[in-house]
């Protein structure tokens, strides 16, 4: 059974850094891209970064130079570094995988970052 669970979020005011952290299911992990996605109220869920099973990473625009996200396959653990933190960056984070072969996206519930002072 696969699962996701996402831990990390926390207030933080603007300027600040942040690491969120997921750890996946080790059946999927290493046949999976990883990402991370967000979402306000009121809006869809929308791309932040990911990172293929070969660590080729890709960033939104409005995070670029300020985001990274990296994967310990030893751990199963998919991580986004966010520094210069924003309050438009404020919103509940999801990890998502997409593993090779089964053509099925897995979500995590979601961590919720609040950038404010």
């Known amino acids: 059974q696969v699962q996701l669970v996402e831990s990390g979020g926390c207030l933080v005011q603007p300027g600040g850094s942040l690491r969120l952290s997921c750890a996946a299911s080790r059946s999927i992990f290493s046949i999976s891209d990883m990402g991370w996605y967000r979402q306000t109220p009121g809006n869809q869920r929308e791309l932040v970064a990911t990172i293929t099973s070969g660590s080729n990473t890709n960033y939104a625009d409005s995070v670029k130079g300020r985001f990274t996200i990296s994967r310990d396959n030893a751990k199963n653990v998919v991580y986004l570094e966010m520094n210069s933190l924003k309050p438009e960056d404020t919103a509940v984070y999801y990890c998502?995988?997409?593993?090779?072969?089964?053509?099925?996206?897995?979500w995590g519930k979601g961590t919720l970052v609040t950038v404010t002072s």
């Open positions: 998502n995988a997409r593993p090779a072969f089964i053509s099925m996206n897995y």
